[in-house]
């Protein structure tokens, strides 16, 4: 076995579920291949909290640093330190960090916008009224998203009209609730939401619900098996689509041993893991094609 | 019945009564769907977790403290009591999952009322501490994992409203059972501030501990009450929350606590206590949830939307204080109609 | 009471006290200010536990702290800072004692109001009894004050100065009161700096020097004199102050057809250099609205100002503190005083320019200014570093006057300046203003007590609905014709 | 405090390091500014919530200046902004007696919600390399930060206690009724006080802008109840008329020792809340039994 390192992933907030399933990526790899990959992230999920961390692990020392961003714009500076201090950087979700040594992403993000889009026109029989919700209006890959979605169908979906800009659920489940309703009043004839944060669809959908419109309002988006799936199951959410966050983890942690190991990534790489079995690089960005659609049918192969 | 009518006018309740109607017209002038009997259903729908929480601060308001810790005390009970339920694999019915989340809210008010009623710490700073405190040992060692199916029994009690009517459009108008624990808790808290020795006492440290400990009231054991009694309404609050939402998230509620105290404080109650009433709290909490889910209703685009419920929380304060300027100012020059004190010859 | 002993840090605020009150029975505790009588009574009310001794109430021993058993054992006490709650209406502030003593449960609302009503009519005051507390005058206070104390039927009612902010008729009606009460068995202890009361109402006297008691016994046994020297330990006449010869000159201050609506109106006014002028009136005459008014702290609806001979409206406090006017507060707790600060800041906080230059403050300049001025002003006190709410009333309201004396004001408005301040306080506060006079400063002084207004003004100004009803020459005036006249323009 | 240094010194002797410190170093001047910029809003018996809000605007107004080649205007136009704002607050609260805490609640949102109409959500970034180089810069082993927070802790400290002003603030806050008839300058004194806090926030918020490199309308929201509680920590009275710097920089060391001490011991990041919950309470407990020690031994030894 080669030299032990110590590589500490950094999250955007502890705890919550998807960084959970990410940590379980973590301890994987860390059994797989006896590296010192452990996990770390903030109480709140505030940019300057996340600096803080990174500013400790450096005077720490620790091998490597991989980090999911709150705000990828704000962490360069602390980043440059890093790399400063001769410590490898991966970031994941960040394709336009500059500060790293590579950056993995789990597909591009126009891509998945356009993906969530067509999802979300195929509910709605391609026509009809619809919203979209991003998690903060300062989130850059939500607007990414939103914004390809948005592009997509003014290419391809003339029928389907987009009502009023993008809503923010500040990531909170019942401010999605209280916006949806709103959204229901405002505009009788709504037909489908599309939904950014991991919780805004279940929020949407319980609004739907509870408006005794669960057949005529489809809800499409971003979430995880675990959050979406009572609707999933009562068909308000017809689809999510989402990359395992743990396999994402994988990935970025194999790639900063790579990098400390002085090896290089190649573009059309196989890392082994479902959706990164032939990425593509382009600059330091490596980009897999991971993202996992889940609905009726197959949600009881999910456990997260 | 003018004179009823010009009490109303001049009380901190009616002129917040006032600010909400203005509002409202305001509103419903912008976007006439503001009126319409589903848009006021789910405005007090929206109402309820902040309305239980608001009647909490309300009674702390009375005595003269402060509480910021009560939306921790509310996440915790709304956590902890979901995964007691599916660990324990337990299915006890409605009432009892509500008594074990008040239980859980009650003994971390416990906490509280310790450090202010026995050290006489102030309660500010006790509540900010036992804020972190709270969050802090639920995150660490209740849990952060967020269930999305929560307990039958909730699920159940959940779906049955108190009042539900159907549109021609197909869409359903509903309010949840919960309402009912809103409008228990304001009713149970008007008898107690109102009618009972206790709390004519809340009211009493509000105006003046000292007063309050020089004719032999144990100050101490009161406030202890007070903050047990107030954890209890926030952990009530935690577990109707979870079964509006459906969810037991342990992030949620949290960060909140300033949007309840300006509910009620705008509702008449005073930082510095001794006043403010059920009845004026209600109409706060209401007009701060009008302002929270209406701007999309009327038509104030996302990225304005910030700057709006800001400008329109200054607004809902400011108003009320140029009324009661206006309303003193009346006053005085009314004043020579009769005098107010008057020496009668000696017995 | 027996061999009371109480210090607050280094301060012994009572030493060896001995304190004894029979049934039926009215004791004057007298003394200076801060010699320790409030603090007695918190000790005989188990607000506060003494440091040693016994304190025994209708022969049982009362322990440590527990003013709810005192209260239910049938003492009741009337605090000098009347311990009221602001924000409650009156009615519940006069039942709230009695139905905490009788551990009730409920709120028994007619009940309440009935008692309210009937304990009011039996001191003779009316009062809306659903007004807050804090929206009533001073006086209304106390007279709540009393009518809660005597709502519990109490067998011992402890009266610290009930009578500060009350005028001369609700103070008869008081004392008439406490002389009936006394028929039926039940006991006072009566505090008061006014000597005439003292001797109108009181069957014995304790008087507390220094915390120690200094003299006690049958009320017969003192003459006013012997009372006050056993107090102060020094000989105070009594007689009017030295009037100054020189007629004063121009008007320093004039007001013309002044008005605020429902506070006074029509008022006519001059105020010369080197004069004092007191204005005397029933509550709620107008007296406090035009000093204010005249401060800049409220605006006038009608009517003229002019200073100096030029006309002038001020737009705030500072407009009016810039042409040379002060004015001492009539609550010197709540209005007059930062309580927790030090006595150094509350006498400089108005002169603070005096010792900055550029806004910067010259700190030890500030200092030596407030020591000078606590010599000056004869203030007791350990350092002028310690919060000056460790001061009594009598040396807080010197803190107060000593605070605008560093401004050397043109004319200085005082709002009932001696409330609760001691004979030999009260006399070298009435000296200060003389001396003030000599140095051409004018001086208005609002006040309810007929003595103080002939003890020392030019003038005396007779207010009343509002109007000044009557302007009387100091030097001819007696105190029954004022009174008189109070009584009558007020009817 | 030094008990907190060597216990997690303890617990990981790396701890105790330059680099530790210098890390430290860099993290504490953003949030200690901000505290100060609390202090003497709270010393006059008011608060200003606004403080994060009012940081991120000058900092985005700044980032805007910079980025468009107006160099030389960022400086005073960001401090000029802080100001305003200050302004706007003292506006509120002096001369339409809005209470401080529903004021600057609502401008808080106001102040925050001008930053994402400003910015349309995103960051913004792009600046010139000089700033972030300057803000990052340590000269002699100091902190530009650290400089900036050290200058503005002791003119803070100097006005409060050597200027009329200061004193006034402090006596406003013990007793406004009192205030007024000494005739302090009421509102003109709370328009200083909001403004001189405004322009604490705004050198937040330029120290921010350089930690970040970019501007983002939503950074450290996580910070407005910490600096209150820092302030509390510290000793101030929260209904007003005392406090001191120095308390305020003691709270700041300490919590900063905490929070990168847990790091550095990879403890969970919620067990950073609990302990500085924690820590409020006993600090609070040992003051009010410390006294009553103090006082019985005072009594003991007088009636000795
Ligand atoms: N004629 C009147 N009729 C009714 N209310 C009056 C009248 N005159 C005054 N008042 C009220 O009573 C209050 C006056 O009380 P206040 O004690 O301040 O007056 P004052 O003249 O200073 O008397 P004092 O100095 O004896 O207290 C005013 O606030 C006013 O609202
Ligand atoms: N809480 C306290 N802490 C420290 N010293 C105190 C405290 N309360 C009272 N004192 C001091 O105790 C002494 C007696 O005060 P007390 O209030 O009993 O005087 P008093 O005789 O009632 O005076 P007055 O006539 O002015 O009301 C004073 O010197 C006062 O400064
Ligand atoms: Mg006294
Ligand atoms: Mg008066």
């Keep these: ?304 | 019945m003018r004179r009823l009518l010009s009490r109303l006018a001049t009380s901190p309740q009616g002129i917040m009564l006032a600010t909400g109607i203005v509002l409202a017209v305001l509103f419903s002038v912008a976007n006439p769907v503001f009126l319409s009997a589903p848009n006021i259903v789910d405005l007090l729908r929206n109402a309820i977790v902040t309305g239980i929480f608001a009647i909490g601060v309300l009674i702390v308001l009375a005595s003269g403290g402060i509480d910021v810790s009560f939306t921790a005390i509310g996440a915790f009970a709304l956590y902890a009591t979901t995964k007691l339920l599916i660990v324990s694999g337990i299915h006890p019915p409605m009432l009892a999952i509500f008594a074990i989340g008040i239980a859980i809210g009650v003994a971390l008010g416990f906490v509280n009322g310790l450090l202010i009623g026995l050290l006489g710490l102030p309660t500010l700073i006790v509540t900010l501490a036992t804020l972190s405190l709270f969050r802090g040992a639920l995150l660490t060692f209740v849990g952060t994992l967020y269930y999305g199916t929560i307990p039958a029994e909730m699920v159940a009690y959940s779906r049955q409203p108190l009042l539900a009517f159907h549109l021609a459009s197909g869409r359903v108008v509903q309010l949840p059972l919960a309402f009912g624990n809103f409008v228990l808790v304001a009713g149970f808290a008007a008898l107690i501030l109102g009618s009972t020795m206790f709390g004519r006492k809340i009211y009493a440290l509000g105006g003046s501990e000292e007063a309050a400990a020089r004719i032999g009231i144990d100050v101490r054991r009161v406030k202890l009450a007070i903050f047990m009694l107030v954890g209890g309404i926030a952990g009530l609050a935690g577990v109707t929350h979870v079964t509006l939402m459906r969810i037991a998230n342990p992030f949620d509620l949290v960060g909140s606590e300033l949007n309840v105290i300006a509910a009620v404080v705008l509702g008449g109650a005073r930082i510095t206590g001794g006043h403010g009433t059920v009845s004026g709290t209600i109409i706060g909490v209401l007009v701060i949830t009008m302002i929270n889910s209406s701007l999309l209703l009327i038509g104030v685009p996302t990225y304005w939307q910030r700057l709006v419920v800001g400008g329109l929380i200054l607004f809902g304060t400011g108003l009320p204080i140029a009324i009661e300027r206006f309303n003193l100012h009346r006053a005085r020059l009314r004043a020579a109609a009769g005098p107010t004190v008057t020496v009668q010859a000696p017995v | 009471m027996r061999g009371i002993f109480k210090s607050y840090g280094p301060a012994r605020v009572l030493q060896d006290v001995d304190f004894l009150l029979g049934p039926g029975e009215v004791r004057c505790l007298a003394g200076e200010n801060g010699s320790g009588k409030s603090t007695l009574i918190k000790i005989l009310s188990g607000v506060v536990a003494a440091d040693s001794g016994t304190v025994s109430l209708f022969g049982r021993p009362v322990a440590g702290t527990d003013p709810a058993g005192v209260i239910a054992a049938g003492l009741s006490v009337i605090y000098q800072d009347f311990s009221l709650f602001p924000n409650l209406t009156v009615g519940e502030n006069i039942t709230f004692l009695r139905a905490a003593a009788h551990r009730d449960r409920l709120v028994h609302r007619l009940r309440r109001r009935r008692l309210a009503a009937e304990t009011l009519d039996r001191i003779g005051v009316k009062l809306d009894l659903d007004e807050p507390v804090e929206t009533l005058p001073v006086a209304a206070k106390q007279l709540v004050a009393i009518a809660r104390a005597l709502a519990n039927d109490a067998r011992i009612v402890v009266m610290d100065e009930p009578t500060t902010a009350l005028t001369r008729n609700e103070v008869d009606n008081l004392l008439r009161l406490v002389a009936a009460l006394k028929q039926e068995g039940v006991s006072f202890v009566f505090v008061s700096h006014k000597i005439e009361e003292v001797f109108t109402v009181c069957d014995t006297v304790t008087v507390i020097r220094d915390g120690k008691v200094a003299a006690s016994g049958a009320a017969s046994d003192f003459t006013p004199a012997a009372l006050v020297t056993a107090m102060t330990g020094r000989d105070i006449a009594s007689q009017r102050l030295p009037r100054d010869a020189t007629a004063p000159g121009r008007p320093f201050l004039s007001a013309r057809g002044l008005t605020r609506i429902g506070e006074y109106r029509d008022v006519d006014l001059d105020l010369h250099a080197g004069e004092i002028v007191s204005i005397v009136g029933l509550l709620g005459s107008g007296r406090t609205e035009l000093a204010l008014s005249l401060f800049g702290d409220t605006r006038p609806d009608g009517g003229t100002l002019v200073l100096d001979g030029r006309p002038l409206s001020f737009g705030s406090v500072r407009d009016a503190m810039a042409v040379g006017i002060a004015y001492v507060p009539e609550d010197r707790l709540s209005e007059g005083l930062f309580l927790d600060q030090s006595i150094n800041d509350n006498i400089t906080v108005s002169s603070l320019g005096r010792d900055s230059r550029l806004g910067w403050l010259n700190v030890a300049a500030g200092a030596r200014r407030a020591k000078a001025a606590v010599e000056r002003l004869r203030i007791r006190l350990q350092t002028v570093a310690a919060p000056v709410v460790q001061l009594s009333g009598g040396n807080q309201q010197r803190v107060v006057l000593a605070r605008w004396m560093e401004r050397e004001p043109r004319l200085i408005i005082l709002n009932s300046p001696t409330v609760g301040v001691d004979v030999g306080s009260k006399r070298d506060i009435h000296e200060l203003l003389v001396a003030l006079r000599a140095k051409g400063t004018a001086v208005l002084v609002v006040t309810d007590d007929i003595g103080e207004a002939l003890a020392i003004s030019d003038r005396i100004l007779v207010m009343a609905g509002g109007r000044i009803t009557a302007s009387l020459a100091g030097d001819c005036a007696t105190e029954h014709e004022i009174a008189a006249r109070v009584a009558k323009d007020a009817a | 405090m030094v008990l907190v240094f060597a216990g997690i010194g303890l617990g990981n002797p790396s701890f105790v390091s330059g680099a530790s410190l210098s890390s430290m170093a860099f993290q504490f001047p953003e949030f200690g500014l901000l505290a100060l910029a609390i202090l003497p809003t709270m010393l006059s018996g008011g608060i200003d919530l606004s403080v994060v809000s009012i940081a991120n605007l000058t900092s985005i107004v700044a980032a805007l200046l910079l980025k468009s080649g107006h160099e030389g205007l960022a400086l005073p136009l960001a401090l000029g902004a802080g100001a305003a704002c200050g302004v706007l607050n003292g506006v509120l609260i002096g001369y339409l007696r809005l209470p401080a805490i529903l004021a600057t609640l609502g401008t808080m949102q106001v102040i925050g919600g001008l930053g994402i109409v400003v910015t349309g959500g995103p960051a913004v970034t792009g600046l010139p390399d000089w700033y972030a180089a300057t803000v990052n810069a340590a000269p002699g082993g100091i902190p530009v930060p650290l400089t900036v927070f050290a200058v503005v802790l002791v003119a803070l400290g100097v006005l409060l206690r050597f200027s009329s002003t200061g004193v006034q603030a402090r006596l406003y806050g013990a007793n406004p009724i009192a205030a007024r008839f000494a005739g302090i300058p009421e509102r003109r004194l709370i328009m200083t006080i909001y403004v001189a806090s405004g322009i604490i926030s705004a050198l937040a918020g330029l120290v921010i802008l350089g930690h970040a490199n970019s501007a983002y309308a939503d950074y450290g929201t996580s910070y407005v109840l910490l600096v209150v509680l820092i302030n509390i920590l510290a000793g101030v009275n929260p209904a007003g008329g005392s406090g001191t710097v120095s308390g305020v920089l003691l709270a700041v060391l300490l919590l900063q020792f905490i929070s990168s001490g847990l790091n550095f011991l990879s403890f969970s990041a919620f067990l950073r809340d609990l302990f500085f919950g924690l820590l409020l309470v006993i600090v609070m407990s040992l003051r009010v039994l410390g006294g009553q020690f103090r006082l019985a031994a005072w009594l003991a030894r007088r009636s000795a």
């Design chain 1, 1 to 304: 076995q080669t030299k032990k390192y110590t590589i500490t992933t950094v999250v955007k907030i502890a705890g919550v579920a998807w960084f959970n399933r990410m940590e379980q990526g973590v301890a994987l790899f860390a059994k797989d291949t006896g590296q010192n990959a452990t996990q770390v992230g903030p109480a709140s999920a505030d940019a300057a909290l996340q600096n803080q961390i990174v500013e400790d692990l450096i005077a720490k020392k620790v091998d490597a640093i991989t980090v999911v961003p709150n705000s990828p714009e704000s962490m360069e500076p602390v980043l440059k330190k890093a790399l400063d201090s001769k410590i490898v950087v991966v970031g994941h979700e960040g394709s336009n960090l500059e500060n790293v040594t590579y950056d993995v992403e789990a597909f591009d993000n126009a891509a998945f916008g356009a993906h969530l889009m067509d999802n979300l026109a195929k509910a709605m029989g391609e026509e009809g009224e619809y919203a979209v919700f991003v998690g903060h209006l300062t989130a850059k890959t939500h607007n990414q998203w939103v914004d390809a979605a948005i592009a997509r169908q003014k290419d391809k979906y003339p029928k389907m009209k987009l009502v009023a800009d993008k809503q923010e659920s500040l990531e909170d489940q019942q401010v999605a609730y209280t916006k949806t309703k709103e959204l229901l009043q405002a505009h009788p004839n709504l037909k489908g939401i599309q939904g950014s944060a991991s919780t805004d669809v279940a929020g949407a959908a319980l609004a739907v619900e509870d408006a005794g419109l669960g057949s005529q309002v489809n809800v499409v988006g971003t979430s995880l098996p675990s959050i979406a799936g009572p609707y999933i199951t009562s068909g308000t959410i017809k689809a999510i689509s989402f990359w395992d966050p743990a396999k994402a983890a994988y990935v970025v942690d194999k790639v900063a041993v790579m990098a400390l190991e002085g090896k290089k990534v190649e573009d059309g790489m196989n890392f082994g893991q479902e959706g990164y079995e032939k990425v593509t690089l382009k600059g330091h960005v490596i980009t897999g094609q991971a993202w996992v659609d889940c609905t009726k049918d197959n949600l009881s192969t999910f456990n997260f």
